[in-house]
């Protein structure tokens, strides 16, 4: 299971808002509103340590190439070839899955912060029924 679909699992969860668990999912806000903010950071620090190890790969990568090629290549072709590699092919596809998730969180972030209102919208509207 990816990373992302465990977190939308978990998101579902978090998100189950009804009349019997109302004041246990306030309660429980600001714990969560801190996991997921947590969440959002290690998703954004993996992501930079990608993209050093992106950075890295190529300089070694490059120099690997214009060692081994017979005659003088191009920065386009030496680029190219780069490309062509299975290590940058897997770098890149890890830096897509991790930007989804830094998205997907920072939505995340703003849904939960945004309970609180509804919360508070919900309580409001059961005073009001009991009237």
Not at 43 to 63: C, G, I, T
Not at 74 to 94: C, F, P, R
């Amino acid at each position: 299971m990816s990373l992302l679909s465990k977190y939308i699992k978990e998101v579902e969860q978090d998100l189950v808002l009804n009349d019997f668990n109302i004041k246990e999912t306030q309660l429980r806000l600001p714990a969560r509103k801190h996991f997921w903010v947590a969440r959002l950071i290690e998703a954004k620090r993996d992501l930079q340590n990608l993209n050093d190890k992106e950075k890295k790969l190529v300089k070694k990568l490059s120099l690997k190439i214009k060692e081994q090629a017979p005659v003088h290549l191009t920065d386009k072709a030496v680029s190219n070839l780069i490309d062509e590699q299975e290590e940058m092919a897997t770098i890149k596809e890890q830096k897509r899955d991790l930007t989804n998730v830094v998205e997907y969180l920072e939505k995340v972030e703003k849904v939960i912060g945004a309970m609180g209102f509804d919360i508070k919208n919900i309580i409001e509207l059961q005073k009001l029924e009991t009237l």
